[in-house]
């Protein structure tokens, strides 16, 4: 027994898996992570304080129906909430006003409606925009504009309830100067737009109510009054700041389409500088990065300056097109583009090199992420000529940034990265099976074919047989 068991063959222990990093350490992202903490800390406060606002919001209109005391008391708790919000003045990298964090615009938008409402109770006027200095010009239009008009649909039907038919005619009159002077803006397909569509509701309600009253005995005044010209205090509605919201909004919208086009510029440009560099032409793509640079530093940065809520979406789409382009060509060239080597320097620059222009973590974050498929595309190109050390340093590079994600404890919010992130690790197992391919290509002496993937497309090559031997072969298939 015994003996049978000394005999038996030792149980193998398999080996480690293959290490493809060849050293341990990853793309430092520390001081981005600490960023993204830092934003992701403060968009939760907003949602905590947005949640108190909303409760104190509550609390007033409750409030309101019953007066005195009680409302005045809430309606101070909701001012000193307020009070921290505006005081808080969001600012974006390159100038100007960011966005609101969180859900704060609605709730500003809420507030400014609620605000408007009591200031009608007290005058049967529009509260003027000069009341809220902090508050943006979509945020007044949306809360006292149209929010307005149709909680004064409701207020007429309560008024009519009691036949009251003054108090319904002068809301209605405030709600056909409203959408008269609303005509003249061009709110384009946006939330605006969708919301402006209640205050022709409103009044065809408020005309309704005011109809039905008349048929059942109530002496209305049919003609809707016109306040006097040329006197502002009279108006039921600021005129001259609602004109002035106007003008700047046209003039928002002429900056919008001039940064459009200039970022499809910008753009393009960057891709193709990235098509450059794998053509091997270095000359011109440092040409295009630099068109491409140029165009944001002069052209574009002063647009954002001068409104910065056009910070997010197209300057963002060109600056992590400039990024991609600016990191595959120091990856391939060396930070300095000294790198004259056959085989790829493999640097990848970090957040802090782009000192020329200000970026977002998003931003940075974005471009690192569209860095992988180039690489994967040069490893394709690389593997159809068998250079098995130039598809290490892709997987490696590949295989280093996903590592260095995946350790981020939170992504940017609002972003596209998690969407990203499923392609990468598919890049990373895809330049894996390429190198196991490319092994057996050299156990075979090179007479194997060899199937690469980059994602796009399939590239078969069938590698050049070494004698006639061979050839003959071939000519026989």
């Not at 149980?11 to 350490?25: E, G, I, T, W």
């Not at 789409?317 to 060509?329: D, I, P, S, T, W």
């Not at 969407?419 to 090179?446: C, D, F, H, I, Q």
Request: glycine share 8%.
């Amino acid at each position: 027994m015994s003996s049978s068991a000394s005999s038996s063959p030792a149980l193998k222990v398999p080996h480690a898996p293959h290490r493809y990093l060849s050293r341990p350490d990853t793309l430092d992202l520390s001081d981005l992570e600490s960023k993204i903490n830092n934003a992701d800390d403060r968009r939760q406060s907003a949602y905590d304080l947005s949640r108190k606002i909303g409760v104190a919001l509550t609390k007033c209109k409750a409030a309101s129906e019953v007066g005195g005391d009680l409302q005045q008391a809430a309606d101070a708790e909701l001012d000193t909430l307020m009070t921290d919000v505006f005081a808080a003045t969001p600012s974006g990298s390159g100038g100007g006003v960011r966005k609101r964090d969180g859900n704060m615009s609605f709730k500003v938008e809420d507030y400014l409606r609620y605000k408007s409402y009591c200031h009608f109770l007290a005058t049967g006027k529009l509260i003027p925009s000069s009341s809220f200095p902090s508050a943006t010009d979509e945020e007044y239009l949306a809360g006292v504009c149209i929010g307005l008009a149709q909680d004064l649909s409701r207020y007429g039907v309560g008024r009519a309830t009691v036949r009251d038919a003054d108090s319904v005619s002068i809301a209605r009159d405030l709600v056909n100067d409203l959408m008269t002077y609303l005509l003249k803006f061009d709110f384009r397909n946006g939330p605006l737009r969708r919301k402006y569509d209640g205050v022709k509701y409103a009044l065809k309600s408020l005309e309704t109510v005011l109809y039905e009253l008349s048929v059942t005995g109530s002496e209305i005044d049919t003609k809707m009054k016109e306040p006097p010209e040329g006197d502002e205090a009279s108006n039921r509605i600021p005129n001259e700041e609602l004109e002035a919201i106007r003008l700047r909004m046209e003039r928002r919208d002429e900056l919008r389409e001039k940064l459009i086009k200039r970022c499809r510029d910008g753009q393009k440009a960057a891709k193709q500088s990235i098509f450059a560099l794998h053509r091997g032409d270095k000359k011109k793509s440092e040409e295009l990065i630099q068109e491409c640079e140029s165009c944001i530093l002069s052209d574009l940065l002063p647009i954002i300056k001068e409104e910065g809520t056009l910070r997010y979406g197209s300057f963002s789409n060109v600056l992590e097109e400039l990024v991609e382009a600016k990191l595959f060509y120091s990856w391939l060239y060396g930070k300095d583009g000294s790198n004259e080597a056959s085989s790829p320097s493999g640097t990848i620059l970090s957040i802090s090199d782009f000192n020329t222009i200000d970026l977002e973590p998003e931003d940075y974050l974005g471009g690192i992420c569209d860095l992988t498929g180039e690489v994967g595309r040069y490893a394709v190109q690389q593997g159809t000529s068998r250079n098995a050390q130039a598809v290490t340093l892709c997987l490696e590079t590949n295989l280093s940034i996903l590592l260095s994600l995946q350790g981020l404890s939170r992504f940017p919010s609002g972003g596209s990265l998690g969407k990203k992130m499923n392609p990468l690790r598919m890049s990373v197992e895809k330049l894996e099976r390429m190198l196991y391919e490319l092994s057996l290509v050299e156990a075979t002496g090179g007479t194997r074919k060899i199937v690469v993937d980059s994602g796009m497309k399939r590239q078969q090559q069938q590698q050049q047989p070494k004698d006639g031997a061979g050839a003959a072969e071939g000519d026989d298939d």
